[in-house]
Antibody, heavy 118, light 115 residues
């Protein structure tokens, strides 16, 4: 059974940092492209960014709204993807989902809530 | 960049049929889109991919009463024999590489109510 489990969310002040984790199981993580997608309360989905596999040089891509502030990484030995978020803004408040990209977003985690507030 | 437009809400009677629409910006009318279902309090679930020629590819376990189609810049998700379980938010999304830049765009979502 495929599982994606996000963790690391919480309350942080504007300008602060937070690192999210996504632990994967049930598929070959090292061959997979992993994305982060967020959803503010009552709003639609917003793509955050992507990291590809070692075979694709761990290439990353980011939405314009987070580029330069957020960094996606992975540790294939731990089957885990990460989202490092710096210089957080109130508009970054959202539920953050980890998802596998294989022609579509075929598996999703349950999400971890990030709240940016003073 | 592509823009995807969805009506914010739709409703239909239990057992009826309904077609949800996702409209691509005109200059991106040949793009393929993906449909996702998000039940209240749940995570999104992949339903299908719909191409400009109307062909579609469903995710695992998606029932036959879910169908995809296309007309011009519009991509459709049609439900037949609506069930109460179909009441959910439906998102369309599109993944692209333009000028070497990877990106994903989602529509605003349509909340489907089953009456």
């Amino acid at each position: 059974e495929v599982q994606l489990v996000e963790s690391g969310g919480g309350l942080v002040q504007p300008g602060g940092s937070l690192k999210l984790s996504c632990a994967a199981s049930g598929f070959t993580f090292s061959d997979s492209t992993m994305d982060w997608v967020r959803q503010a309360s009552g709003k639609g989905l917003e793509w955050v960014g992507r990291i590809r596999s070692k075979a694709n040089n761990y290439a990353t891509a980011y939405a314009a709204s987070v580029r330069g502030r957020f960094t996606i990484s992975r540790d294939d030995s731990k089957n885990t993807a990460y989202l490092q978020m710096n210089s957080l803004k109130t508009e970054d408040t959202a539920l953050y989902y980890c998802t596998r990209r294989d022609g579509a977003f075929d598996y999703w985690g349950q999400g971890t809530l990030v709240t940016v507030s003073s | 960049l592509p823009v995807l437009t969805q009506p914010p809400s739709a409703s239909a009677l239990l057992g009826a049929s309904i077609k949800l629409t996702c409209t691509l910006s005109s200059e991106h009318s040949t793009y393929t889109i993906e449909w996702y279902q998000q039940r209240p309090g749940g995570s999104p679930q992949y339903i299908m991919k719909v191409r400009s020629d109307g062909s579609h590819s469903k995710g695992d376990g998606i029932p036959d009463r879910f169908m995809g189609s296309s007309s011009g810049a519009d991509r459709y998700l049609t439900f037949s024999n609506l069930q109460s379980d179909d009441e959910a938010e439906y998102h369309c999304g599109e993944s692209h590489t333009i000028d070497g830049q990877v990106g994903v765009v989602f529509g605003g979502g349509t909340k489907l109510t089953v009456l």
